[in-house]
């Protein structure tokens, strides 16, 4: 297993991306961190990564998934926007290669158009509600949902549940 994690140039959650890089250490699963940055990325609390691969360089067919962290950068780059993101989430959609996102980067899920139908564990961010339900998303209570290859999880939190759920589903022994 292969996944790629997306993270904001700035502000994504560090929590959020320091529990999914825990598990997948633990778990022994592959993953490259990326963005659209050319310069290192920092969160929301000072944590600062070194990019494995700047976003437009990646094959999704060398994947098995992506990850999208969540985080005050989602909004204030509005990643919902970004066309190449939207394109690459629609190629991984395409190709049925697991696609999951945590708290208010679900949003981008939605404009990506990759939610139409499919039940979604909702964030608490008030803006990315409102873009899930308006692409058609079915909201959920559960902090996780999991819809054939799309994944969500709501926040952080307690996330270690989720996470160990999601990786049993993808098949990660």
């Given at each position: 297993m292969k996944f790629l994690v997306f993270i904001s140039p700035r502000d994504f959650r560090d929590e959020s991306l320091s529990t999914?890089?825990?598990?997948?250490?633990?778990?022994?699963?592959?993953y490259h961190l990326t963005s659209y940055s050319t310069k290192d990325c920092v969160g929301q609390h000072g944590a600062t990564y070194k990019l494995d691969i700047n976003?437009?360089?990646?094959?999704?067919?060398e994947y098995d998934g992506i990850i999208l962290v969540d985080g005050r950068g989602v909004e204030s780059y509005k990643l919902y926007e970004?066309?190449?993101?939207?394109?690459?989430?629609?190629?991984?959609?395409?190709?049925?290669?697991?696609?999951?996102?945590?708290?208010?980067?679900?949003?981008?899920?939605?404009?990506?158009?990759?939610?139409?139908?499919?039940?979604?564990?909702?964030?608490?961010?008030?803006?990315?509600?409102n873009t899930i339900t308006l692409f058609h998303g079915i909201?959920?209570?559960?902090?996780?949902?999991?819809?054939?290859?799309?994944?969500?999880?709501?926040g952080v939190s307690s996330i270690a549940e989720p996470i160990q759920k999601v990786l049993e589903y993808i098949g990660v022994k």
């Amino acid at each position: 297993m292969k996944f790629l994690v997306f993270i904001s140039p700035r502000d994504f959650r560090d929590e959020s991306l320091s529990t999914i890089k825990m598990f997948f250490d633990r778990w022994n699963v592959k993953y490259h961190l990326t963005s659209y940055s050319t310069k290192d990325c920092v969160g929301q609390h000072g944590a600062t990564y070194k990019l494995d691969i700047n976003t437009n360089k990646v094959d999704a067919s060398e994947y098995d998934g992506i990850i999208l962290v969540d985080g005050r950068g989602v909004e204030s780059y509005k990643l919902y926007e970004f066309r190449p993101l939207l394109d690459l989430i629609l190629r991984f959609n395409n190709d049925k290669r697991y696609i999951g996102a945590i708290g208010n980067a679900i949003a981008i899920l939605a404009r990506a158009s990759v939610l139409k139908n499919k039940k979604v564990s909702m964030p608490n961010d008030k803006n990315a509600v409102n873009t899930i339900t308006l692409f058609h998303g079915i909201p959920s209570d559960e902090e996780i949902e999991i819809s054939e290859n799309i994944i969500t999880i709501s926040g952080v939190s307690s996330i270690a549940e989720p996470i160990q759920k999601v990786l049993e589903y993808i098949g990660v022994k």
